[in-house]
């Protein structure tokens, strides 16, 4: 597949509206990487189609997000056949895209590496720029003000919560001060002392995480006090360094794990450093799920990989 002879001058257009919108938004420059768009490269795909039912033609887009140093446009027309198919969605653009890729109109793109922001109609690159930047940015805003637990369902009608539910971490952490905190937080939980609960949970999710960074290599930092940046910036080394891993050993970090990432170390950040002394259930339940998530994502990972390589210990 060829790029179409305008793809340089789509690319361009469409890179050089991202620029402008980004430095005359509102978005500051700790936040701009997060956005998918500003922060990897892409096929860019117009997909031309006869609608059934209609006589004409209609057309729209998405992006497929590529491991290279530069973007690609193309203009992709589905069989003309289409146009008698009776089962083609209608509307749902996304649901459209589907449907082509499942009856291979579309070929040779991963479906998993199709950004759901991405898929629109847009006229021009311009405006393809400015309306998915729109859907990102309000995407990643949504998410980033939002408490965690508002974002996850969380049953908090049993206010009792064990150590049996921890077990695994605390057995595969196998660290004795990371015990007493977290057994320290569970047993205010469930007095509800709150505030107390979330003291001790705090620091346990940095502490996955520098474990994680010690699992994977020997000395992962330097002498200094690390910060959410210094774990960012690890976890993006690894997603590197492990993408040949096996499965169960890899990091996978790409701007949602970052989103993710940053409201955890919020949650953490509320208690360690903007507290007034209060803290409710809730921001508790908040602390115990970001915990468990850095343990799935990150600790996890890099335990398999410890546990595979006892010659490295």
């Not at 469409?14 to 990897?40: C, G, P, Q, W, Y």
């Not at 117009?46 to 609608?51: A, C, N, R």
């Not at 637990?149 to 049953?155: A, G, I, P, Q, V």
């Not at 360690?272 to 799920?289: D, I, K, R």
Request: hydrophobic share 35%; net charge negative; proline share 4%.
């Amino acid at each position: 597949m060829a790029d179409t002879n305008n793809s340089e001058e789509f690319v361009t257009k469409f890179r050089k509206k991202v620029a402008e919108i980004i430095s005359t938004s509102d978005i500051s420059e700790s936040n701009a990487h997060l956005l998918a768009i500003n922060s990897n490269h892409f096929n860019f795909y117009k997909v031309i189609y006869h609608e059934p039912g209609y006589s004409h033609s209609t057309y729209f887009n998405f992006s497929e997000k590529i491991e290279e140093q530069s973007d690609h446009y193309f203009e992709l027309n589905v069989d003309e056949s289409i146009a008698n198919d009776l089962n083609l969605p209608s509307i749902n653009r996304s649901n459209i895209l589907n449907y082509f890729i499942k009856k291979n109109y579309i070929t040779n793109v991963i479906p998993e590496n199709i950004l759901p922001e991405s898929i629109t109609m847009a006229p021009s690159p311009e405006t393809y720029a400015f309306l998915w930047i729109k859907s990102e940015y309000t995407n990643i805003n949504s998410k980033l003000s939002n408490k965690q637990f508002e974002l996850s369902k969380f049953n908090t009608n049993l206010l009792n919560r064990s150590k049996f539910e921890f077990e695994e971490i605390i057995d595969r952490v196998n660290d004795e001060q990371f015990t007493n905190y977290l057994e320290q937080s569970i047993g205010a939980y469930n007095k509800g002392w709150f505030y107390a609960a979330a003291c001790a949970a705090a620091p346990l999710i940095e502490t996955l995480l520098y474990k994680m960074a010690t699992n994977y290599e020997d000395k992962p930092f330097k002498d200094k006090d690390l910060t959410h940046g210094d774990y960012t910036e690890k976890l993006v080394h690894f997603n590197k360094k492990t993408k040949n891993y096996p499965e169960n050993q890899r990091i996978h970090f790409d701007h949602f794990e970052e989103i993710s990432l940053v409201r955890n170390y919020l949650t953490r950040n509320a208690v360690s450093h903007y507290s007034t002394g209060f803290a409710n259930e809730e921001l508790v339940n908040s602390l115990f799920m970001s915990l468990k998530d850095v343990y799935d994502r990150y600790y996890l990972p890099s335990y398999n990989f410890k546990q595979a390589h006892p010659e490295l210990n």
